[in-house]
Nanobody, 123 residues
Framework: QVQLVESGGGLVQAGGSLRLSCAASGRTFSDYALAWFRQPPGKEREFVAAINWSGLRQYANSVKGRFTISRDNAKNMVYLQMNSLKPEDTAVYYC?????????????????WGQGTQVTVSS
């Protein structure tokens, strides 16, 4: 049973930083892509960042240069370091994985999801 559990969300002022963590279990995650998505209030879920099995990263234009995705295969963990946060980054952030080594920017292509963690950025 694949399970993803996010942590690290919270309330932060604009310009601040947060680091989200996602603990994965249920299989050997080093062989699979991992990603972060977010859902702002009243909006659709959107792609944030993804990392493939070899460490190649993909980012949404809105977070490029501010967010960094990383993975620790030994610990089955994926992280999202968020710097220079803006009020528009406020959302529930979800960790996801798929049955492929390669990343995708579409939520439809991910097979397993965490429960989400709230990030609120105040102005």
């Amino acid at each position: 049973q694949v399970q993803l559990v996010e942590s690290g969300g919270g309330l932060v002022q604009a310009g601040g930083s947060l680091r989200l963590s996602c603990a994965a279990s249920g299989r050997t995650f080093s062989d699979y892509a991992l990603a972060w998505f977010r859902q702002p209030p009243g909006k659709e879920r959107e792609f944030v960042a993804a990392i493939n099995w070899s460490g190649l990263r993909q980012y949404a234009n809105s977070v490029k240069g501010r967010f960094t995705i990383s993975r620790d295969n030994a610990k089955n963990m994926v992280y999202l370091q968020m710097n220079s946060l803006k009020p528009e980054d406020t959302a529930v952030y979800y960790c996801a994985t798929r049955n492929s080594r390669y990343t995708s920017g579409s939520s439809n292509n991910y097979d397993f999801w965490g429960q989400g963690t709230q990030v609120t950025v105040s102005s």
